[in-house]
């Protein structure tokens, strides 16, 4: 688990504890994912660039881990 599940598994495991009799209750917590996938659609596009950098700046860090891949693929 990282970052998002992390919090959420967290916060559900905090919530159950603190209700008297638990074993009574169904507890259900959706994990997100990062939410990477949805920068460019569900996110103010300003406060993108100002926590990850321009949407470029995305698509170059992609295009040289991929490069990167192919390389020590061939070696």
Not at 24 to 40: I, K
Not at 46 to 55: A, D, L, M
Request: charged share 30%.
């Amino acid at each position: 688990m990282r970052g998002g599940c992390e919090t959420v598994v967290s916060g559900a495991l905090r919530w159950l504890a603190a209700r008297e009799d638990a074993s009574a209750l169904t507890t259900v917590a959706l994990a997100p994912d990062q939410g990477e996938r949805y920068l460019d659609s569900v996110y103010d596009p300003s406060w993108v660039e100002r926590h990850f950098g321009s949407p470029m700046s995305w698509d170059e860090a992609a295009d040289r881990d991929l490069r990167s891949r192919e390389l020590a693929r061939d070696v």
